[in-house]
C-alpha cells in the first residue's frame, strides 16, 4: 500500500511509515538501507536499555534499537511478524525493530503540519512533524536527533 500526498508544484520527497503500537510514524526514505525479518539478538552487558542486542548483517555487527523504548513507550515484545528497518543515522547503521512497515508515503513541505505546543522538549527535538491525512496521524520522526552521536557511541562502547 503506498499513499501520495503531494501538490504537483513543490518538491517531493519520500517516507517509509511504520506502525509501533497503535501509532503510526514514519523516517526518510532515504536514510533506510532495507527492511528484514525480526531475528532475535544476542543481548550485550551494560547496554543501554533500548538496545535489544546485536545481530550479525552479512558478517557486520547490527546493534538493533527498539524503537518503541527509545521513543519512551512500552518495550516491544517481539514476534516473527516485526521487522528490522535497517538505517544509516550519521556515520552508523543501526536496526530499528518496529511492528510492522505500513507504507511509502510521498509528501510535501505543505503537508507536514508542526509538533504541537504540549509536546516535551525531547518529542521536539526528533519529531519534525506531524501528516494527518486520510484518518491517520503520523509523526515523522529524524533519527539524526533520535540517536545522537554521542548515544551510538556509548552503545558501540558496549559491543
Not at 525479518?37 to 550479525?56: E, S, Y
Not at 552479512?58 to 538505517?87: F, N
Request: proline share 5%; charged share 25%.
Amino acid at each position: 500500500m503506498s499513499y501520495a500526498v503531494k501538490n504537483l508544484t513543490q518538491a517531493s520527497r519520500e517516507l517509509i511509515a511504520f506502525r509501533i503500537g497503535d501509532q503510526e510514524f514514519s523516517v526518510n526514505i532515504m536514510s533506510v538501507r532495507e527492511i528484514r525479518g525480526w531475528t532475535p539478538a544476542m543481548q550485550l552487558p551494560h547496554a543501554p536499555a533500548d538496545v535489544r542486542g546485536v545481530i550479525n548483517l552479512r558478517g557486520a555487527v547490527l546493534p538493533i534499537v527498539d524503537l518503541s523504548a527509545r521513543l519512551g513507550m512500552k518495550d516491544a515484545e517481539p514476534t516473527a511478524r516485526h521487522v528490522i528497518i535497517v538505517a544509516q543515522v550519521g556515520k552508523r547503521i543501526v536496526g530499528l525493530l518496529v511492528e510492522a512497515v505500513s507504507d511509502i508515503l510521498t509528501i510535501t513541505e505543505e503537508n507536514i503540519q508542526p509538533v504541537p505546543e504540549i509536546s516535551s522538549d525531547l518529542a521536539k527535538q526528533y519529531a519534525k512533524g506531524i501528516l494527518a491525512f486520510d484518518k491517520r496521524m503520523i509523526c515523522m520522526i529524524e533519527l539524526d536527533h533520535l540517536f545522537p552521536e554521542t548515544y551510538l557511541e556509548k552503545e558501540s562502547e558496549a559491543a
